[in-house]
């Protein structure tokens, strides 16, 4: 890890509580789209993003404006997914880690259109979550690497769940570049890092009903490479202006 980013807190991963304990999370999330309160995190995050982060988005015209969507975007920050939502109009649906759900925040999380993954746990119920989302016209945002990089550098390898999500779905899938968001960390040192968000151009595969662990890792691969790529020229067009590879961000 960069010697300059402030350190991350030790990650829980397993959640004792049984699986039917988020049974009505994923029902709600299969059945219903997200209400007012998505609407008012949105506007409030937006602020926040762009007051704080001089948050910067690019290529949001490549999101499709209806039909199903996943976003696969790098994992830096928990501002990450309000960084993600902001520039766009659609609702996106996020996958928020089991431990979240607990009282009074659940009743937040679910009516804003988050829906539970289970860690320490192979949770079968998230890809049938997401899979309904997507069947309705929805879109899913999944992170390839899983959980945040503690580095402040992009995964070396990435997990194949989000192949798995776009060959059983069927659904393109837009890349998407966090740059910056790595060193919002270090807010209780005052310092807020401009942050720039691009989406690249959707990527389709052709679905497949039962698809093997060698062909979602495939497809997982190609999904981060394009992240990766978008990543890299961000930093070398010098946008945000203060990133540079030497800082670790590359």
């Known amino acids: 890890m960069s010697a300059d980013l402030a350190p991350m807190k030790d ?13 009505r999370f994923h029902e709600h999330a299969r059945s219903r789209d997200p209400r007012f309160v998505y609407d008012f995190v949105r506007f409030a995050s937006s602020i926040y993003a762009y007051l704080f982060f001089r948050a910067r988005s690019v290529g949001s015209q490549n999101v499709p404006e209806t039909g199903p969507v996943i976003l696969a975007p790098n994992h830096f920050s928990f501002m990450d997914h309000f ?3 902001c520039p766009l109009r659609r ?3 996020f996958m928020g880690k ?6 009074p925040l659940a009743w937040v999380y679910m009516h804003g259109g988050v829906f539970p993954v289970r860690r320490g746990a192979r949770d079968e119920e998230t890809f049938i979550t997401a899979k309904a989302i997507l069947a309705r016209g929805g879109v899913v945002a999944m992170y390839p690497e899983g959980g945040r990089s503690r580095t402040g550098a992009l995964s070396e390898r990435v997990r194949p769940g989000i192949g798995r999500l776009a060959l059983e779905s069927g659904a393109p899938v837009v890349p998407v570049a966090i740059v910056g968001s790595s060193r919002i960390r270090n807010w209780k040192r005052l310092r807020f890092p401009a942050v720039t968000v691009e989406f690249g151009r959707p990527l389709r595969f052709q679905s497949e009903s039962e698809p093997s662990r060698a062909s979602q890792q495939e497809t997982a691969d190609a999904v981060f490479a394009e992240i990766r790529a978008i990543y890299d020229r961000r930093l070398a067009s010098g946008h945000p202006r203060w990133l540079s590879t030497r800082h670790g961000d590359g």
């Open 11 to 23: 990650q829980v991963y397993a959640d004792r509580r049984p699986k039917e304990y988020f049974d």
């Open 83 to 85: 960084l993600l939502g």
């Open 91 to 93: 609702k996106v649906r």
């Open 98 to 103: 089991s431990q979240l759900f607990q009282p």
